[in-house]
């Protein structure tokens, strides 16, 4: 049984920093697609970025220089360093895993979010 579970959300001020935790199991990290998404109130979720099976990944232009997500597969967790944070970061963040299908991602499983909030 697949599960995620996102940690390390919170309140901050603008400017500031904060590192999201997704802790995972029965997820073979060392094969699998590992993301990271955003929904804030009455939008669409986005992609945020992801880490994929060969430890390469990639970033949503939004973000770029400011979020980098990482992986310890050791500790099958799953890692999303947040800096220079605005208030339009503000959202619910959910981390997701899946495997690599016809060169894509499916994204199976999703844990059920951790909120960020960013005052100005």
């Known amino acids: 049984q697949v599960q995620l579970m996102e940690s390390g959300g919170g309140s901050v001020q603008a400017g500031g920093s904060l590192r999201l935790s997704c802790s995972a199991s029965?997820?073979?990290?060392?094969?699998?697609?590992l993301g990271w998404f955003r929904q804030a109130p009455g939008m669409q979720r986005n992609w945020i970025a992801t880490?994929?099976?060969?430890?390469?990944?990639n970033h949503a232009q939004y973000v770029k220089g400011r979020f980098t997500v990482s992986k310890d597969i050791a500790k099958n967790t799953l890692y999303l360093q947040m800096d220079s944070l605005k208030p339009e970061d503000t959202a619910m963040y959910y981390c997701?895993?899946?495997?690599?299908?016809?060169?894509?991602?499916?994204?199976?499983?999703w844990g059920q979010g951790t909120q960020v909030t960013v005052s100005s």
């Open positions: 997701a895993a899946g495997p690599w299908i016809h060169d894509n991602c499916e994204w199976t499983y």
């Open positions: 029965g997820v073979d990290f060392s094969s699998s697609c």
């Open positions: 880490s994929y099976r060969d430890n390469s990944r």
